[in-house]
Nanobody, 122 residues
Framework: QVQLVESGGGFVQPGGSLRLSCAAS????????MGWFRQAPGKERELVAT???????NYADSVKGRFTISRDNAKRTVYLQMNSLKPEDTAVYYC????????????????WGQGTQVTVSS
């Protein structure tokens, strides 16, 4: 069983910073891509940033230049450094792991974390 555990969410004023972490656990052999999505009230879940096993990154236009995604493959952990936060960044942030190969299984699967709340307000 694969679990993704997120941490680092909270309340911050506009212009502030937060760092999210997400650690994957279980009998994992490898993970193709890890990333962050977010969902604001009344809106659909949207991509924030993703990073491949080799370090290639992709960002939503709305966060380019402000957010940085990174990954520690040995720790099976992905990070999201969020700077210059804006009220419109307020959402539940979800960690994702794509193409997860578990020991003893033949197919890769995708997994989601439980979400962590980020609130940006003055």
């Amino acid at each position: 069983q694969v679990q993704l555990v997120e941490s680092g969410g909270g309340f911050v004023q506009p212009g502030g910073s937060l760092r999210l972490s997400c650690a994957a656990s279980g009998s994992i052999v490898s993970i193709d891509a890890m990333g962050w999505f977010r969902q604001a009230p009344g809106k659909e879940r949207e991509l924030v940033a993703t990073i491949t096993r080799t370090g290639a990154t992709n960002y939503a236009d709305s966060v380019k230049g402000r957010f940085t995604i990174s990954r520690d493959n040995a720790k099976r952990t992905v990070y999201l450094q969020m700077n210059s936060l804006k009220p419109e960044d307020t959402a539940v942030y979800y960690c994702s792991s794509e193409g997860v190969l578990v020991r003893g299984e033949l197919r890769r699967n995708d997994y989601w974390g439980q979400g962590t709340q980020v609130t940006v307000s003055s």
